[in-house]
């Protein structure tokens, strides 16, 4: 008899094994603002790191930005290479 364990399909990319993980998200949005999004479920390849958010993931996150206030607000340094 053979365990059935629940398992994610091989990496589209390398065929490396993908595993659940917490990561930290970065998003900007269309007005530019930059928000970070900490402990987001999301699939992560074990050996290129390719990172994928499954949909209900991304139910969360436009939750969290349409419904719950930040838990602080950092400052964001911006550096622009052609200015030097
Ligand atoms: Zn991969």
Known sequence: MTKKRPQL???????GIIEAQMITHEERDAQGIFYIFENVPARRCAQCGEVWLPAKTIKLLDQ??????PLKVIKTPVFDLAIQ
């Open 64 to 69: 969290a930005l349409t419904h719950t206030k």
């Open 9 to 15: 399909d091989p990496c589209p990319l390398c065929g």
